[in-house]
């Protein structure tokens, strides 16, 4: 598994990151996990090359912050370990995001909330430091705090050892750059995909430039690009995937238009020996400014189709055909 610097933290974490959020559970997932099966899972992860195991409290409520960190029991040192903070439900401090998964959730960066956030995760991880420590979302108003203030409590931590490393998640540019100033993050995540490429016309050209890590989701498009999800699939309701905010793409016509596209890369997956998944997510770390793609995966079968595409380098005769096809597709038919 080839590796990259997790920005200037110096940290190398491999290219294909786990992303923990499905081995929370819950309802969006249109059906549980098994625990056991998880951390087998993400020990299986470890031992494919897979280092970066990206997780937050708000998936599964501290389930998968728990999976995680039984999973990391006598593994500790194999792994670059990252959370987040920022997403709050305990109480209305914050100001309310949405409801979730059952729960009022709130963003709150409030130096409160985030000495109760760092204890807590660092109790569900059984552990005594987290190697990258990440805003989830940023603070919006009525209960905005400013970054200054929410990056002074990081900076604290990690003077005390709790944290080895800084980052944001779904910052726009201006406040990538007030965090850039505030402190020393060295890492920037955020959706990204061959579908949805706006972070190409500025954080990623910024990043790059800056030397901050990048860490994309929804690189697979929620299993859309592996190929996988056919047109028979009906989503529940409740289903994160029946979201059509944030997954516009999975619409049966917009379905339909992506799947006629991944069957006319055969002859590239034949070329490489690879699946579609795992050409997606080589063309994706292939991409100016991106240093780590986050895949989930709830199995064995799952994390060791993912890591393979780690090893995998694509041509660049092929990585431009891709971006011509990807751009040919257009934008999605609206719900």
């Known amino acids: 598994m080839k590796q990259k610097p997790l920005g200037n933290s110096g940290l190398s974490a491999s290219i294909v990151g786990l992303g923990a959020w499905v081995l929370g559970g819950g309802q969006l997932w249109g059906q549980d996990t098994d625990d056991a099966e998880s951390v087998r899972t993400i020990q299986a992860a470890l031992d494919l090359g897979i280092n970066l195991i990206d997780t937050a409290p708000a998936y599964g409520w501290g389930r998968s912050e728990r999976v995680v960190g039984r999973a990391l029991m006598g593994r500790r040192d194999r792994a670059i370990l990252a959370t987040k903070c920022g997403l709050w439900w305990e109480d209305a401090r914050g100001s309310f995001f949405t409801d979730f998964d059952g729960k009022k959730l709130y963003r709150s960066l409030r130096p409160d909330t985030l000495q109760l956030e760092i204890e807590n995760s660092l109790r569900r991880l059984e ?44 910052v726009s540019l201006d406040e990538l750059k007030e965090n850039l100033r505030c402190g020393g993050i060295v890492s920037d995540q955020f959706r990204y995909s061959m579908l949805h490429r706006e972070a190409e016309a500025d954080i990623l050209p910024f990043c790059a430039q800056h030397q901050i890590a990048t860490l994309t989701y929804m690189s697979l498009e929620q299993g859309l690009l592996t190929g996988k999800i056919g047109m028979d699939r009906v989503f529940k309701p409740t289903e994160f995937r029946s979201n059509t905010y944030w997954n516009d793409w999975l619409i049966p016509v917009n379905r339909k238009r992506v799947l006629d596209l991944l069957a006319s ?34 199995n064995l079968a799952q994390v060791s189709e993912n890591a393979k595409a780690g090893d995998l380098t694509l041509e660049a005769a ?6 011509k096809d990807v751009i040919a597709l257009g934008a999605p038919a609206k719900a």
């Open 265 to 298: 890369w055969k002859d590239l997956t034949d070329k490489y020996a690879c699946t579609l998944s795992q050409l997606v997510i080589a063309w994706t770390a292939a991409q100016h400014g991106v240093t780590h793609v986050l895949a989930g995966g709830r």
């Open 127 to 170: 552990t005594d430091y987290i190697d990258l420590y990440q805003t989830h979302w940023p603070s919006v108003p009525p209960d905005h705090t400013p970054i200054a203030d929410t990056m002074a409590v990081l900076l604290k931590f990690k003077d005390q050892g709790k944290i080895r490393a800084i980052g944001v998640c779904n």
């Open 318 to 323: 092929d990585l431009a055909r891709i971006r």
